[in-house]
């Protein structure tokens, strides 16, 4: 089982960066896919961006494509998502996934482990 916590949450104004870190529990990190996704009021969790149990693949979003970037540091249990280019339709509760299966795609329903979410706003 492994716990996740994000940070790094706030508010941004649109243009602006801000780096999402989410902190795993447990000594076999390295065997879990990972995900971030978003949920904005009203609205369904949708699939920002994924990482591969090594980091050697990456997976996004065609919406946060070219301004997200996803990365992992197996040694320090820790997934990042950088955000440049904020958008105000960035704004949402971000989640943190991990995926027992080493699933690194966008289906939510294949990851069993959550963290709490940080919010993040970004103002126009």
């Known amino acids: 089982q492994v716990q996740l916590v994000e940070s790094g949450g706030g508010l941004v104004q649109a243009g602006g960066s801000l780096r999402l870190s989410c902190a795993a529990s447990g000594r076999t990190f390295s065997s879990y896919g990972m995900g971030w996704f978003r949920q904005a009021p009203g609205k369904e969790r949708e699939f920002v961006a994924a990482?591969?149990?090594?980091?050697?693949?990456?997976y996004y979003a065609d919406s946060v494509k070219g301004r997200f970037t996803i990365s992992r540091d197996n040694a320090k249990n820790t997934v990042t998502l950088q955000m440049n280019s904020l958008k105000p339709e960035d704004t949402a509760v971000y989640y943190c996934?991990?995926?027992?299966?080493?699933?690194?795609?966008?289906?939510?329903?294949?990851?069993?482990?959550w963290g709490q979410g940080t919010q993040v706003t970004v103002s126009s």
């Open positions: 996934a991990a995926s027992g299966g080493g699933y690194s795609g966008g289906a939510y329903t294949y990851y069993d482990y």
């Open positions: 990482i591969s149990r090594r980091g050697g693949v990456t």
